[in-house]
């Protein structure tokens, strides 16, 4: 979380993406880390962006049953 935190406020891009589109709030739901979901939340993170496989992170936390992601999303 405080890495996060640390590259947010040194100006890193929200919604960069890596070779399959996923952003860091897709990784960051993927892998049920819900502080960072809301810490990227708070920072104006794009909700409607898609992955290459066309899922929003809202997708993947149903996908994976994550309700305390969900209920961020």
């Given at each position: 979380?405080?890495v996060?935190?640390?590259?947010?406020?040194k100006?890193?891009?929200?919604?960069?993406?890596?070779?399959?589109a996923?952003t860091?709030?897709?990784?960051a739901t993927e892998y049920?880390?819900?502080q960072?979901?809301?810490l990227l939340?708070e920072?104006g993170?794009?909700?409607?962006?898609k992955?290459s496989?066309?899922m929003?992170a809202?997708?993947?936390?149903?996908?994976h049953?994550?309700q305390?992601?969900?209920k961020?999303l």
């Amino acid at each position: 979380l405080e890495v996060v935190k640390m590259l947010l406020d040194k100006g890193a891009t929200l919604d960069s993406t890596n070779e399959y589109a996923q952003t860091a709030l897709h990784l960051a739901t993927e892998y049920d880390k819900a502080q960072i979901v809301g810490l990227l939340l708070e920072s104006g993170a794009n909700l409607d962006l898609k992955t290459s496989w066309g899922m929003t992170a809202l997708d993947i936390a149903l996908k994976h049953n994550y309700q305390p992601v969900v209920k961020l999303l």
